[in-house]
């Protein structure tokens, strides 16, 4: 591989020739060859608006030479649109608090920068700095948690708008499946009969309110923590910078930002970001709970409940012709597990800052990304390819349902519970329907067991026979 120098604190390094990136880049790329992974785009994008905002507000502070700013915001607009993505090569699990990082962003831009201004890559003086310009009244400390809030920002439409279609997904099945009535079932035993609409609606409204606390958490990442540069101080930063910075990264954003209200909390404390995470750690429990059930509702088909039927995507099996698996239901299962685990590095990382600084902050990045990476394609493939095609086993639903002694709670406010109890136990162990007992045994004659055990009403509450709703 042709290879050029560049020169950072420590001395002279090789660089790949063609590498846009430069010395402190490599010696991360070189110390840190820890796991293969990249920054996610919107860790990049983040940076790289962060990049531009910088050069604009300090030109427009009179502290940077506009043909310089004008570079720099080229260079850093087109990482913003994707360009040069195959530059940003630090791991992850890097040095603390992401001076990697940062410092790859830096380089990548300032090396750009000089390009666009007629200077080419092995050139031995290049006319853009990526400390002195690129990172002028900033450091890593007050970048990277700022990345951090801006990341998860730009991605929470998407976050927001793969959640809440999931919920009218399962909304419209509610509607749909509004005239199955079935057994409940609570502890996975046999209770009082529901509506197979009325559980889809339960799914529907959950899905619902994780997005919003996933909508409230996130406006506590809008307190931008920029322009405290090393220590929440702000030294080497112009007085106005803070505030025109929120002012232009919520431009660039394109959602309102706010000035950070103190910027030594927002410097040292990853507090918000671990809200936003656990925010999403509670939508994958919901929605591990919704997949269990889509997988017990559908089971057997011919040994298991089978009161719904999913859309059969793939074969199931190699060896067993015919089998067809949930597979979608195990996939967001899997997705959701690995949320959790994402979710608990962020708590662990998030207490492990010491002072002014909490040297984590790379794999809380990294995490969250991730997080919210996975949880949009897993949810939009959930709800297309497998919530949307769900199908109601009616026939399946009402048999289960005629066989369910429970039936006879709705009898407890005319015959007792404790006589209710042996009917139940009777119709159990002789396999006849409660109707059927229940007249036999004299509680009620015909007419008024059948009124009393209309399923449908029980699903519509109230207490049986005694006009006090539910018929």
Known sequence: MDMRI???????????????????????VLNFPISGMHPYPAFVWSMATIKRAAAEVNRDLGLLD?????????????????????????????????TSHNMNINEVIANRASELLGVPLNADKKP????????????????????????????????????????SALAQKAVEFDDVIKSGRTHLQDAVPVRLGQEFSGYARAVARDAGRISSAADNLRRMPIGGTATGTGLNAHPEYHARMVARLSELLGQPLQKSDNLFESMQSMADMADFSASIRTLAITLIRIANDFRLLSSGPSTGLDEIRLPAVQPGSSIMPGKVNPVMAEMLD???????????????????????????????AHNLFEMMHVMIGAINAFTTRCVIGVKANREKATGWLAKNAILVTALNPVIGYLNGAAVAKEAMATNRPIKEVVVEKGFLNAEEAEKLLDARKMTEGGIQGTGGGGG
Request: aromatic share 4%.
């Open 6 to 28: 560049e020169k950072d604190s420590l001395g002279e390094m090789q660089v790949p020739a063609g590498a846009y990136y430069g010395a402190q880049t490599q010696r991360a």
């Open 66 to 98: 506009p043909k310089l700013a004008d570079a720099i915001i080229t260079a850093s607009q087109e990482v913003r649109e994707g360009g040069l993505a195959d530059q940003f090569v630090v791991d992850p699990f890097q040095a603390g608090a992401g």
């Open 128 to 167: 853009v700095s990526p400390n002195d310009h690129v990172n002028m009244a900033q450091s890593t400390n007050d970048t990277i948690p700022t990345a951090i809030r801006l990341g998860c920002l730009w991605r929470l439409p998407q976050l927001l708008e793969a959640v809440r279609s999931l919920s």
């Open 334 to 364: 899997m997705t959701c597990f690995h949320v959790i685990g994402n979710d608990q590095t962020v708590l662990m990382a998030a207490q492990a800052g010491q002072l002014e600084l909490n040297v984590m902050m790379p794999i809380i």
